[in-house]
């Protein structure tokens, strides 16, 4: 009977996204997990925005460059992957040889939505002298494009890397491009994309908190909007944000970016407090939809019967491997 529930589940895969197949609620999902891990030596990589039951059972929690950087090192002959489409695919251009899961297929992302790379490529074809310096927020189509792959811990040192005559087209976040023209110094042809988490951060709400709160420091993504980070005491990555409440005096920060990244927050600083800042909507939630769509439940159902998984094209596979190692090349050479 049970797996005829199987069968059924994995056929529904593609529509669902999960295998949606009910689970004993009296089964410890934690146990489990730590039991799968052993049986089939997997390893679980997961993204900070994660929900906190998902980081708890993790064996590497990071952004996008440390899970990148994970990814390719590990000996691990499954990786699960506790993130966004885009994180398990690049995961699996770096493994092409391994099995990599991912809790949610559906688990997507506006900021890689907002380039499609049919259209990216008509755009491209404008500027044949540009080099292509994609953020890794994109598809493997889109990588395939693209002369090098950043993150916004490497993103600076990637740009200042090239020559200064080099021109260069930034795609697809346009807040993080115009942030790095800022930061650089340097002229860049960007793409008009954004991220629907970050963008929505209300900077009135924001101003109103810092009242409230006069001795908080406001920490901020670089994918905000310019307006958000004019105001921020600090920008950075959400590695170099966790780092920045770790070492600065500040008891109070105002975090602005997925609410994820407060559950490491609190466990690396007790004594702190962290208020994620409001976004500009009707309810008071900064999450991002398709990072939460993994749960537990998916997790433990994914390992258990190595289902959803990802696949990919050779051809696309090789293309886009390339402007990945670029990144993980030059981001080993200025110690990243
Ligand atoms: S927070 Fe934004 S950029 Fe990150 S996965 Fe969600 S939609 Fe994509």
Not at 101 to 119: F, Q
Not at 143 to 149: G, P, Q, V
Not at 204 to 214: A, F, G, V
Request: hydrophobic share 40%; with cysteine; charged share 25%.
């Amino acid at each position: 009977m049970a797996d005829i529930h199987i069968e059924a589940a994995k056929k529904n895969l593609e529509k669902k996204g999960f295998l949606d197949i009910d689970i004993d609620v009296n089964l410890d999902l934690f146990a489990e997990i730590e039991r799968l891990k052993k049986e089939k030596n997997a390893i679980i990589l997961a993204h900070y925005y994660q929900e906190p039951d998902i980081q708890d059972v993790a064996d590497f929690i990071g952004d996008s460059l440390g899970l990148a950087q994970k990814a390719q090192s590990t000996d691990a002959d499954i990786i699960v992957f506790a993130g966004v489409h885009f994180m398990a695919e690049t995961a699996k251009i770096l493994n092409p040889q391994k099995k990599v899961l991912l809790p949610d297929l559906k688990a997507g992302c506006s900021l890689s939505d907002s380039a499609p790379p049919e259209l990216f490529k008509k755009f491209r074809d404008k500027y044949p002298d540009h080099i292509v310096i994609t953020y890794i927020n994109c598809s493997a189509g889109m990588k395939a494009l693209s002369d090098i792959i950043c993150t916004s811990s490497n993103a600076q040192a990637i740009i200042e890397s090239l020559p200064k005559d080099q021109k260069i087209i930034f795609a697809p976040d346009k807040n993080l491009g115009a942030y790095l023209k800022k930061k650089t110094g340097r002229e860049m042809v960007l793409w008009n994309g954004a991220c629907i988490v970050h963008e929505i951060f209300s900077l009135e709400k924001i101003t109103k908190l810092k009242i409230r709160h006069p001795k908080a420091k406001v920490i901020a993504h670089p994918e905000c909007e310019e307006p958000v980070l004019r105001i921020a005491d600090f920008i950075g990555s959400t590695t170099s944000l966790l780092k920045y409440t770790i070492e600065n005096d500040a008891q109070e920060f105002i975090v602005v970016t997925e609410t994820g990244i407060l559950h490491q927050m609190q466990i690396q600083s007790p004594g702190k407090t962290f208020i994620p800042a409001p976004p500009d909507n009707m309810c008071a939630c900064n999450d991002c939809p398709y990072m939460k769509l993994n749960t537990l439940e998916k997790l433990y159902l994914c390992m258990e019967y190595e289902e959803p998984k990802i696949i990919m094209d050779e051809e696309l596979l090789i293309a886009s491997k390339k402007p990945i190692e670029r990144m993980l090349e030059i981001s080993h050479r200025y110690g990243l």
